[in-house]
């Protein structure tokens, strides 16, 4: 944790001095001091002020004055893509510290987070070259010989609500693609996890970026809706649980302000009657409950054939029996603690009405009797699991994976969409023409045939309740932009 402490050294230093308004590290209002607390060990890591109503005001107006009157929407997209190049240079030299921080907040293993943050620098690098690729002006003919240009502006000022599981990779998202096309930004972390948003602030100031381009008010929910109702704001970009999700998209109509949201998921890994248990295991397993199983795309629903079913639930279970769950910076370890206490609660929750219900608890089900300290929780696994249980319509958040048998091939897409939910989703055949076929009957966002991807550079988002718009690749950036059409009569 050597980097961390670093880390958690430079932002104590400026203690006086918690939010980064208007270019500067800027004095808090007065908010109640929240803790980070590390899950593995429930140490207190670090204490800061929240940010208040009169913080949030400051934030909105100094991104408001960046790009009502500052030089960053009027550049040449490829000066903000270099800008953002700088960034990502920056991001990279501090890699240890991403990694150290994110694990040191949510507790994912040291392993994955080290490999997962290159995603951070990846997406300032990503959307920087798009900055100067993407033709934001396009030239057009009308049929009756008229000249027109379509133009993609800036949609003005946006508002970033990001969740705790994978603090800054989600951040960065919104915060890369917003800046290349031009817009300013007031980000509103997690209350738990506000550390690698400093780490964020830091490099987008030294890199350079004009005074107000980005701003950082760590705070919880009130603070999050005061930001989503504040009229300076035209566009929210949330990541977070459906609930909120809702309660924003509300807010947003009643102004019309745009609004663009990441929520939950209840993927589906359809395994066919074909597919091959050797190619299906190695990424079932560690995406079925990847980082202990909070991130959204999680494959928690396993649908497997009838008559296939004990012998893909008998060698999952093994799989999941030997995965290593302990202190999330030790090398080798694969599973660490969920990340809040509250967040265990919650996932017990789940398990008992599973069991209520009548599905058969296959493994795990409680505490790790070896940890006494920490939020640790046991990979668990149903089986009999039907789509109306309560475990396979709700997002558990936690590691507990359902598995549902199937009958016919209709029956595994129908089973496959009986959720309110379509974020991701694989699908596991021998033949992936066969599985590409069943994949677009599947209603998500996107799938993967025999494995699992998620690519920063491809459109990533949910189809029916887990959310609205893309972020990544092309769509990312255009989630961003407004079009105009300006005709030479
Ligand atoms: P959450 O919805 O409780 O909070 C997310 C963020 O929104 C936090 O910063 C919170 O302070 C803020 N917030 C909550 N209610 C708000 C409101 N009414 N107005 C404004 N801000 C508000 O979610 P969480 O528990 O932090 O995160 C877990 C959820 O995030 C899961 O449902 C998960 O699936 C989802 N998630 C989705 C994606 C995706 O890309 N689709 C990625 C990661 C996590």
Redesign the pocket.
């Known amino acids: 944790m050597e980097a961390l402490r670093n880390t958690l050294a430079g932002i104590d230093a400026r203690a006086d001095t918690p939010f980064f308004i208007g270019g500067d590290w800027q004095a808090g209002s007065g908010g109640p001091m929240l803790e980070v607390v590390a899950p593995h060990s429930e140490e207190v890591l670090m204490r800061y002020p929240e940010a208040t109503r009169e913080d949030v005001d400051r934030a909105v107006a100094a991104a408001r004055r960046a790009f009502d009157e500052g030089p960053w929407p009027r550049m040449e997209p490829a000066e903000r893509g270099a800008a953002l190049k700088r960034v990502a240079t920056l991001l990279r030299d501090r890699m240890p510290e991403l990694a150290e921080a994110w694990t040191g907040q949510v507790g994912a293993v040291i392993g994955f987070t080290r490999k997962a943050s290159g995603q951070v620098p990846g997406l300032f690098d990503f959307y920087g070259d798009m900055a100067a690729d993407y033709a934001f002006v396009e030239h057009r003919t009308r049929s009756s010989g008229g000249k027109v240009r379509v133009v993609g502006e800036p949609v003005g000022v946006c508002a970033a609500?990001?969740?705790?599981?994978?603090p800054l990779v989600?951040l960065c998202?919104k915060v890369a693609a917003a800046l290349a096309a031009g817009c300013t930004i007031v980000a509103?972390?997690?209350?738990?996890t506000p550390v690698d948003s400093h780490i964020l602030a830091e490099c987008i100031a030294a890199a350079g970026l004009p005074e107000g381009v980005f701003n950082m008010v760590p705070?919880?929910?009130?603070?999050?809706?005061h930001?989503?109702r504040h009229p300076g704001i035209d566009k929210?970009s949330?990541?977070?649980?459906?609930?909120?999700?809702k309660?924003?998209a509300g807010?947003c109509a009643e102004r019309l302000a745009r609004v663009s949201?990441?929520?939950?998921?209840k993927s589906a890994a359809i395994v066919m009657d074909d597919a091959d248990l050797g190619a299906v295991l190695p990424s079932l397993v560690p995406y079925s409950m990847p980082i202990t199983g909070?991130?959204?795309?999680s494959l928690t629903r396993v649908l497997v054939p009838r008559a296939r079913q004990d012998e893909v639930m008998d060698a999952y279970v093994e799989a999941v029996r030997r995965v290593r769950v302990g202190d999330p910076f030790d090398d080798g370890v694969q599973m660490g603690p969920l990340s809040l206490s509250r967040?265990r609660d919650r996932v017990e929750g789940y398990v008992a009405r599973g069991r209520a219900e009548g599905a058969r608890l296959v493994t795990g089900g409680g505490r790790p009797a070896e940890h006494n300290r920490g939020f640790f929780f046991e990979p668990t696994v149903f089986a009999d699991v039907t789509p109306d249980m309560t475990i396979a319509r709700e997002?558990i958040?936690g590691p507990v994976v359902s598995f549902i048998a199937y009958d016919t091939e209709s029956d595994m897409v129908a089973k496959a969409n009986a959720t309110d939910y379509g974020?991701h989703g694989a699908v596991y055949s021998a033949d992936p023409e066969r599985a590409y076929a069943v994949a677009r009957q599947v209603r998500t966002g996107s799938l993967t045939i025999n494995g699992m991807v998620v690519d920063i550079e491809m459109p990533?988002?949910?189809f029916k309740q887990?959310?609205l718009g893309r972020?990544g690749g092309i769509e990312g950036l255009e989630n961003y932009l407004e079009t105009k059409t300006i005709y030479f009569a």
């Open positions: 609500i990001t969740p705790w599981n994978a989600l998202y509103k972390p997690s209350p738990e705070g919880g929910r009130e603070i999050g809706d930001l989503v929210v949330f990541t977070g649980s459906t609930g909120a999700g309660a924003i807010a949201l990441e929520l939950g998921g909070q991130v959204c795309f967040q997002e958040f974020l990533f988002g949910g887990s959310g972020e």
